[in-house]
């Protein structure tokens, strides 16, 4: 029988990948604590139906950074996507055309800015890695002559992390599957500045950290807006706001990097009354059925992405494969909806959940303070500047 959901996909998946890229990628950090927690507090959140609506046309379209797209799950940055399928990213961008979603490309895709360019018939994010100035530079020019949409920039890898299970399994991804934008062909015989001896000493591209300080020459080199991914708590956020970032993908990297850390969904909260609508969020890490989208819409996310999923319907049947596992969260996000008693993702609200106690409140109790003057400001009761000096003086940000 053909797969019915993402997890009919998963172990057809694993059946067919090699053991050890399958433990690379499937895998977590250390106890896999953070990447467990990711799926457990997904399933702990309830919901809370609503019926005798008329529910019968529904409508799933959305925009983000004001592109239209059809529905409100998009492809995650993911490196190295061949190892799965010979087509890698190829397919998986010519699949989220088809679903009518965003594509993002990873730093360390195995194809290129301009490969996925080519292919691509939707929009386009480029994930960033900081690579130095100088090639940082030239990968947001390639990608902003290339035509993407947004400059993604993944801040949750400040230094190399390691998988254990990688360790055990002696595991080293092939070089190949990783380089596609820095290929000697691309450093040679364009204007790149790109060079290919940039992975030595590092196996992957290097996580050369950024500053918040930094982030003002980053947008200098573009006109894109900018995405930082991997915030988890209100004091980041409310640093973005501060340096004027456009969006932020609450995500834990799907427990990847940083282990014992709360679950990617406890967080989106705070950040989300941090935020304040001064930027728009996204959520990933452990998104696997619609109603994981539609709680993560009801808790404040304009979209979610999908990492680890994009991999399974790749090793099952490539192109095909992702457009089939995107088309299973449409309906199962279509079906939830209707549900709830919504016809369009803009009518969802949180009170269509139940949570379970440890999110109802957040133990740091400036956090509670900023959730109650995002309510003061939403009721009109405070301006927006009241509401912004007063949070960056709990959080102690004007002296950062
Ligand atoms: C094999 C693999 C490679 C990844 N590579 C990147 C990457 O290059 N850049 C990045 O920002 N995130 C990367 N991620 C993290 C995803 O963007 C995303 O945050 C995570 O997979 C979401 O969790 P999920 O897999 O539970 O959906 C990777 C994830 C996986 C599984």
């Given at each position: 029988m053909d797969p019915i959901n993402l997890y009919d996909f998963e172990s057809r998946a694993k059946s067919t990948v090699p053991h050890n890229a399958w433990s690379y990628i499937s895998g977590g950090s250390q106890d896999g604590l953070a990447l467990k927690r990711n799926r457990s507090m997904l399933e702990s959140i309830l919901l809370r139906p609503r019926f005798l609506r008329d529910v019968r046309k529904r409508n799933l379209s959305t925009t983000i950074l004001g592109e239209a797209i059809r529905f409100p799950v998009m492809i995650a940055p993911a490196s190295s996507?061949?190892?799965?399928?010979?087509?890698g990213e190829i397919a998986t961008t010519k699949a989220a055309g088809t679903a009518g979603t965003i594509m993002s490309l990873s730093t360390s895709s195995t194809k290129s800015i301009e490969e996925v360019a080519n292919v691509a018939s939707g929009p386009l994010w480029f994930q960033l890695f900081h690579c130095g100035r100088e090639q940082t530079e030239d990968l947001v020019r390639r990608a902003e002559d290339s035509g993407y949409k947004a400059i993604c920039l993944t801040v949750d890898t400040p230094i190399p992390s390691h998988k254990e299970v990688d360790v055990r399994n002696n595991w080293k991804l092939p070089p190949e599957t990783y380089r596609g934008n820095f290929s000697h062909k691309i450093a040679t015989n364009g204007p790149s500045r790109l060079d290919p001896g940039i992975f030595e000493g590092h196996?992957?591209?290097?996580?050369?950290p950024l500053t918040f300080e930094q982030l003002p020459w980053l947008k200098s080199l573009t006109r894109l807006p900018l995405v930082i991914k991997g915030i988890r708590t209100a004091e980041d956020a409310a640093l973005c706001v501060k340096y004027d970032?456009?969006?932020?993908?609450?995500?834990?990297h799907g427990g990847r990097?940083?282990?014992?850390?709360?679950?990617s969904i406890e967080t989106l909260p705070e950040v989300v009354a941090a935020v304040n609508g001064k930027a728009e969020i996204y959520f990933d890490s452990g998104i696997r059925r619609g109603s994981d989208v539609i709680k993560a819409l009801a808790l404040g996310a304009r979209g979610v992405l999908i990492g680890r999923p994009i991999f399974w319907g790749l090793a099952v049947n490539g192109q095909a494969g992702v457009e089939k596992v995107l088309d299973i969260l449409y309906r199962e996000l279509d079906l939830v909806l209707a549900y709830c008693g919504f016809t369009s993702v803009d009518q969802i609200d949180d009170a269509i959940l139940h949570l379970p106690v440890e999110m109802?409140?957040?133990?740091?109790p400036y956090v509670e303070e900023i959730r109650g003057l995002a309510d003061l400001h939403s009721k009109g009761l405070i301006s927006r500047n009241e509401f912004d000096s007063k949070r960056e003086s709990l959080l102690g940000i004007e002296k950062q």
């Open positions: 996507q061949t190892l799965v399928h010979p087509d196996g992957k591209p290097p996580t050369i970032i456009d969006g932020i993908v609450v995500s834990n990097q940083i282990d014992c850390t709360l679950s109802e409140y957040s133990r740091i």
